[in-house]
């Protein structure tokens, strides 16, 4: 998920995990963006967002985060509030 060579694949990626929205998708994207530097959160962020303000119903990733806030692994904890704070963001 973090091509170091292509981020359109960060950003597919994160598109299409935010799409599926459930609670392993969204892990998976609160694991990279605790990894992520700041060039590929900011891919992540758009896949995440491209996903959230599109056309389609989009899931609820903002309650899956919710979840995910409390779970065991820190990276997961850390990475699915930052992934939190930019739906609240996008929502506002």
């Known amino acids: 998920m973090l091509d ?3 981020t359109a694949v960060t950003r597919w990626t994160a598109e299409a ?3 599926v929205g459930t609670v392993a998708a969204v892990r998976l994207i609160a694991l990279a963006v605790a990894e992520a530097d700041d060039n590929h959160a900011d891919w992540l962020q758009t896949g995440v967002r491209d996903v959230l303000v599109g056309p389609e119903s989009a899931p609820d990733v903002a309650a899956v985060c919710g ?3 409390h779970h065991p692994e820190e ?3 850390r990475g699915s509030l930052e992934v939190w704070a930019w739906v609240d ?3 506002m």
Do not use: G, P, T
């Open 4 to 6: 170091v060579e292509d």
């Open 17 to 19: 995990l935010a799409r």
């Open 67 to 69: 979840q995910l806030a």
């Open 75 to 77: 990276a997961v904890r």
């Open 89 to 91: 963001d996008m929502l």
